[in-house]
């Protein structure tokens, strides 16, 4: 910016500044762009809306290259273990918001190891897209194959659960735009919002709402998922039980899963723990083990027990005897209770014996925190494969035998089996605003494609279209992402 | 400082972009016709801002009771638009985007043998159809929401777009204010004034002096609108209602051949058959 156009001193001090991007010359007011959308007042300082992106390592010194270096310098701490040893151009900001074309993209030519190599940067139009996440909890979320709503469209659907967590599958083409358009437009938002890492709540049918956050713990039914449950009730039964030994009569696991009875479970028997007698409800699968002893639910273990007295069926009075020691605790450790039965074998509440608090603690310490994971799923299809190369199979076979290393805002994406480039990338590695939208409803991605620049030749790339890393350092602004 | 940029997009589509203005362009015909076509464009294109700038302090004003004196073509453009409109406030910006997009579309088929061709301004668009030759607008307010048919036949050269989350300020509530016209400019201008009048009093309608968002604003010290919440379906009615009046009167008055009115999921067309709502979804 130069001063010759001066601004008036009141306009200074309300922070206006002046951009001389064009002859339009706009007065620019803090945390507002000018007339073309493309320069904005941030805190004072004219920058670019939609800078290409950079990773590098940070202690290398090519950081001089860029514009405005100090206004730029370390938005994230992202790229870990990122192979970048020179600046990586990514695919964020390579072309403008406008949804109705695609500039050509950018083609950097750079040197590793001494070999040249060739990178294809662009933002690709996904139609076929949506995301996978994975929340970790015990808790119901509603059954398999049920409706995922947003705002009371289906976005998606329940598909299953896996070790400690549930998954969901949300959007994909039939959701963006095989239904109404406002099924569209909402999905579209829902994926965007879980792609910018932010939070997005989910209603599933006949289940609960679930509050999904990249890299964050869930919020089922308003309560914060802290953390996954240990194992199964059975599982904890394995690890615990001869801690438990000798301060217990008998250990009942509560578990959605697989409810674990101590005396009656291998672990207890190797440790010879006499039979207590105390039968739970449910389907016993083999000693010591049970299926459903309650329904699915928000309570202990992730069933929908709220007083752990209502699993068991009975006491047998032949084997039971008064006085009988007996801790029932949830798989997550979260819950817990110690009882002792009265002279009609009945369980009466009592203050846990302190090496037994131990061990309930122990469990809650072994769970690890609770997470939701996005991963964004996409198909790279024709027409963005006819922005590398003239011959679209041959990139998608280069793909294929890994001679390319495809990424999306430098994070390197799984590329399914099978035909076609069918990706899978972990959002929350992905730089900040990585993503956009057009009205289709599509997303758009960034996404890089980099090999050796004879194969790039060889596959019929656009190979003189390439430019060299210092022309795009030189010729655009560019946002620094370590 | 930035000079006027040309590209061609990767489906052989032109783009323009000088500063606030990006152009995308496409002709059609013989090969060597549209290539000269865009050579034509891109040569008018050159001085376009530089000369809209030199004239912005009188295009800034409203317009009132003398014809503004101005000298460049595309100035000259949108003070024509507007002039129809002097007795309500309206400055010439109103019309800028569908001008450019007039004066390029004049520069590139003068003298071309073209079946049809289009400038789109960031959705205002000037186009040529030769006889026998038409073209389909998609209007995008959420998703698809509306289809224009354009044919030789029909009068209609311009379609503009206005609404107060667009990169123009407005006085009104309306999401989109499509509106067909004789050019792009007289479009824009009108959908500028129809927008502004689809508006209602209302507590979730926020509002905001223009010049404490954009010192450089036509619009000085009025209201404009910043945030809509979501209304009540008779608010909306009415304010549709408030809005379709005004096109109405444009079109009785030859100014318009026809408008459609879009707020919060709720449409009205008015004027000929040219447009129509897309299939609900």
């Given amino acids: 910016m130069s001063d010759d156009i001066g601004l008036s001193e009141a306009e200074r001090s309300a922070g206006i500044v002046r951009c001389d991007a064009c002859p339009v010359l706009c007065r620019i007011r803090p945390g507002r762009p000018g007339a073309c959308d493309r320069y904005a007042n941030e805190n004072g300082t004219l920058v670019r809306v939609d800078p290409l992106v950079l990773l590098a390592r940070p202690d290398l010194p090519k950081v001089a290259f860029i514009e405005g270096s100090n206004t730029w310098a370390g938005e994230l701490g992202k790229g870990e273990g990122a192979p970048f040893t020179e600046p990586f151009v990514t695919g964020i900001g390579a072309t403008t918001t406008y949804p109705d074309y695609k500039p050509a993209p950018f083609i950097v030519s750079s040197k590793h190891d001494g070999v040249d190599m060739v990178t294809v940067v662009t933002e690709g139009i996904f139609s076929y897209c949506g995301v996978k996440v994975k929340i970790d909890t015990d808790r119901y979320l509603g059954p398999e194959q049920a409706t995922v709503r947003v705002k009371g469209e289906a976005v998606g659907h329940v598909t299953t659960a896996e070790y400690g967590s549930q998954m969901l599958s949300l959007g994909g ?72 030994k000798d301060h217990v009569d008998e250990v009942i696991v509560v578990d959605d899963h697989i409810t674990g009875v101590l005396s009656e479970h291998q ?133 294929r035998d890994a001679l390319t290393r495809v990424t999306l805002g430098g994070v390197p994406a799984f590329i399914w089996p099978g035909g076609g480039i069918t990706l899978m990338v972990d959002v929350s590695k992905m730089p900040e605003k990585s993503f956009g939208y057009v009205p289709t409803p599509a997303l758009v991605a960034p ?36 | 400082m930035n000079r006027p940029q040309a590209a061609h997009l990767s489906d052989g589509r032109l783009h323009l972009q000088h500063g606030p203005i990006d152009l995308v362009i496409e002709a059609f015909g013989v090969a060597l016709e549209v290539e000269t076509a865009y050579a034509q464009a891109f040569a008018r294109f050159d ?24 000298q460049g073509p595309v100035a000259w453009r949108m003070a024509r638009a507007v002039w129809p409109h002097r007795a309500i406030y309206i400055t010439p910006m109103a019309a800028v985007a569908g001008a450019v997009a007039d004066e390029i579309l004049a520069a590139m088929i003068a003298g071309r043998a073209l079946d049809k061709a289009y400038v789109n301004n960031g959705g205002d668009i000037a186009f040529h159809l030769a006889p026998g030759h038409e073209l389909r607008a998609g209007i995008f307010v959420d998703a698809l929401d509306g289809v224009a048919h ?22 009104g509530i309306a999401d989109a204010v499509t509106v067909l016209a004789r050019d792009a400019a007289a479009a824009d201008a009108a959908a500028t004034i129809v927008a502004n009048a689809v508006d209602a009093d209302h507590p979730l309608i926020v509002r905001q002096a223009a010049n404490s968002l954009d010192p450089d ?6 209201p404009v609108t910043v945030a809509v919440g979501t209304l009540p379906a008779a608010v909306v009615d009415t304010a549709l209602e408030r809005g379709a ?17 879009s707020l919060q999921g709720r449409w009205r067309v008015e004027g000929t058959g040219a447009l129509a709502q897309a299939e609900a979804g």
């Fill in chain 2, 245 to 261: 009046a005004e096109a109405r009167r444009l079109q009785r008055a030859g100014l318009i051949e026809a408008a459609a009115l």
């Fill in chain 1, 173 to 244: 083409v039939h959701h963006l735009t095989g239904g109404s358009k406002k099924e569209g437009v909402v999905t579209c938002e829902a994926l965007l919002a879980l792609c910018a890492k932010e939070a997005v709540e989910l209603v599933i049918d006949g289940g609960s709402t679930v509050t999904v956050q990249a890299d964050r713990p869930p919020i089922v039914n308003g309560t914060l998922e802290e953390r996954m449950r240990v194992g199964c009730g059975s599982a904890a039964i394995g690890m615990f039980a001869p801690q438990w």
């Fill in chain 2, 150 to 171: 354009l044919h030789h036949a029909s009068p209609v050269r311009g379609i503009a777009t206005s609404g107060w989350g667009g990169r123009s300020f407005s006085r």
């Fill in chain 2, 47 to 70: 001085d376009v801002l530089a000369t809209l700038v030199g004239e912005l302090p009188v295009l800034r004003r409203p317009v009132g009771a003398a014809h503004p004196l101005l």
């Fill in chain 2, 217 to 222: 604003s036509d619009l000085g010290a009025l």
């Fill in chain 1, 267 to 399: 672990g207890g028997a190797f440790l010879d723990m006499k039979p207590a007698g105390i039968r739970v409800r449910g389907r016993r699968s083999t000693p010591g083990r049970y299926f459903q002893v309650a329904e699915p639910g928000l309570g202990w273990g992730g069933t929908d027990v709220s007083d752990p007295l209502e699993i068991i069926d009975r006491i047998d009075p032949k084997t039971a005897w008064p006085g009988l020691k007996l801790l029932m605790v949830s798989t997550t450790g979260e819950h817990s209770a110690w009882f002792e039965l009265d002279g009609d074998l009945k369980p009466r509440p009592a203050p846990m014996p302190a090496p037994v608090r131990k061990v309930v603690e122990r469990i809650a310490e072994n769970c690890e925190p609770a997470l939701c994971t996005v991963l964004f799923m996409a198909g790279a299809g024709g027409s963005l494969r006819a922005g590398v190369t003239e011959n679209p199979v041959r990139l998608t076979r280069s793909v």
């Fill in chain 1, 447 to 482: 996404i890089e494609f980099t090999l050796r620049a004879d194969d790039y030749a060889a596959l019929g790339g656009y190979a003189s279209c390439a430019v060299s890393l210092e022309d795009v350092l030189r010729s655009t602004k560019v946002r620094l992402d370590k």
